[in-house]
């Protein structure tokens, strides 16, 4: 099984900020990861898919980068609608795994 | 613009069994795997397992021998039946449609509680 770590598992953060959140694979997945954002109360949204490349509608202040076992989640210029928690996610072999979570709070 | 609809109990009591459905609105029903996550209350997403139109499944292997996931594509639904709940069960449950890798819709979640 491969796990996935997250960090940080929290960071507070201002508007305007760089935002840079990591996630480290515990055996090399290509470019098999992929970002959601998960705001309170709502289900998880695809923000970047194979590592690098924006879904569809995802404002272009996310990107991502990576490959192998280590990736990296940055959001230029955060703006308040980010406060959400972020998830990675491997799908390079089953049992299908995601991160632990980072939750951005917006000060 | 495929929608992902799901229903079912909210609250069962311990031994019981879990038991849940999604409908596929406005899409391809072949051609993907469809899913099952779940989120315990404050905590991260955990992957339950999948099944294809053609009924082969997916499962995780802490959940396994509990676990049934069926389809039915007469009515483009698929279920999710977990037996035996504890109160470790307890989640938000989502269905997720899961194709080239990404699962890219989602249904908008069922709370389960268990609880004597």
């Known amino acids: 099984e491969i796990v996935l770590t997250q960090s940080p598992d929290f960071q507070s953060v201002t508007p305007k900020e760089k935002v840079t959140i990591t996630c480290r694979a515990s055996?090399?997945?290509?470019?098999?990861l992929h970002w959601y954002q998960q705001k309170p109360d709502q289900s998880p949204k695809l923000l970047i898919k194979?590592?690098?490349q924006p879904f569809s509608g995802v404002p272009s202040r996310f990107s991502g980068s990576g490959s192998g076992t280590d990736f990296t989640l940055t959001i230029n210029s955060l703006e308040a609608e980010d406060a959400a928690t972020y998830y990675c996610?491997?799908?390079?072999?089953?049992?299908?795994?995601f991160g632990q979570g980072t939750k951005l709070d917006i000060k | 613009q495929e929608q992902l609809q799901q229903w079912g109990a909210g609250l069962l009591k311990p031994s019981e069994t879990l038991s849940l459905t999604c409908a596929v609105y406005?899409?391809?029903?072949?051609?993907?795997?469809w899913s099952w996550i779940r989120q315990p209350p404050g905590k991260g997403l955990e992957w339950i397992g999948e099944?294809?139109?053609?009924?082969?499944?997916n499962y995780n292997p802490s959940l396994k021998s509990r676990l049934t996931i069926s389809v039915d594509t007469s009515k483009s639904q698929f279920s999710l039946k977990l037996s035996s709940v504890t109160a470790a069960d307890t989640a938000v449950y989502y269905c997720?449609?899961?194709?080239?890798?990404?699962?890219?819709?989602w249904g908008k979640g069922t709370t389960v509680t268990v609880s004597s």
């Open positions: 406005g899409g391809s029903f072949s051609g993907y795997f």
């Open positions: 996610h491997q799908s390079s072999s089953l049992p299908r795994s």
């Open positions: 055996q090399s997945i290509g470019k098999n």
């Open positions: 194979y590592a690098s």
């Open positions: 997720a449609r899961f194709g080239n890798h990404i699962m890219d819709v």
């Open positions: 099944i294809n139109r053609s009924g082969s499944t």
